[in-house]
């Protein structure tokens, strides 16, 4: 139940998306070729190799308590899109993947039967990609379920 178990948990939501082709572009095509990190996207050795464009990243970012002494977790859900096309609507397409997403984890509230999402959230778009590279940043709060306490009789 560490904030680890709860980035693995995230991912399970999201690989559920894939799977029943819920993650959809604006056109209405499933969106299913893209690559799923955790933590950090693996370094590219070729700049031509495009294989990694298309991702979505889970980042566990700061840790604070709350007034009960609950640990809170910021997760970042970084989307990266490669799009080669006159329209450039890589925004628009990252903002309705970022609503899908919200919808999905609004309507979960708890994941994993023990992590709650708190209600602060934030959508973010990186302006300064290259250009047909767009980046956008869904951030979530979640609540730590309290770990068990042993007493010093179970540690000896």
């Given at each position: 139940m560490t904030d680890l178990d709860l980035q693995d948990a995230i991912i399970k939501e999201i690989e559920k998306l894939t799977e029943t082709q819920s993650l959809k572009k604006l056109n209405g095509e499933?969106?299913?070729?893209?690559?799923?990190?955790?933590q950090e996207?693996?370094?590219?050795d070729d700049e031509a190799d495009l294989d990694q464009e298309d991702y979505i990243l889970v980042m566990i970012d700061d840790?604070?308590?709350?007034?009960?002494?609950d640990w809170i977790v910021n997760v970042h859900i970084l989307i990266s899109i490669v799009l080669f096309e006159e329209q450039h609507q890589g925004n628009l397409i990252l903002a309705y993947l970022m609503n899908q997403l919200d919808l999905h984890f609004w309507k979960?509230?708890?994941?994993?039967?023990?992590?709650?999402?708190?209600?602060?959230?934030?959508?973010?778009?990186?302006?300064?990609c290259y250009p047909n590279y767009y980046e956008c940043d869904?951030?979530?709060?979640?609540?730590?379920?309290?770990?068990?306490?042993?007493?010093?009789?179970m540690l000896v």
């Open positions: 499933v969106w299913k070729d893209y690559n799923l990190y955790r996207k693996p370094y590219k840790e604070d308590t709350d007034e009960n002494g979960q509230r708890i994941i994993a039967s023990k992590y709650e999402m708190q209600k602060q959230r934030h959508k973010r778009f990186n302006q300064e869904y951030i979530t709060r979640w609540k730590l379920p309290q770990a068990n306490q042993e007493g010093i009789e």
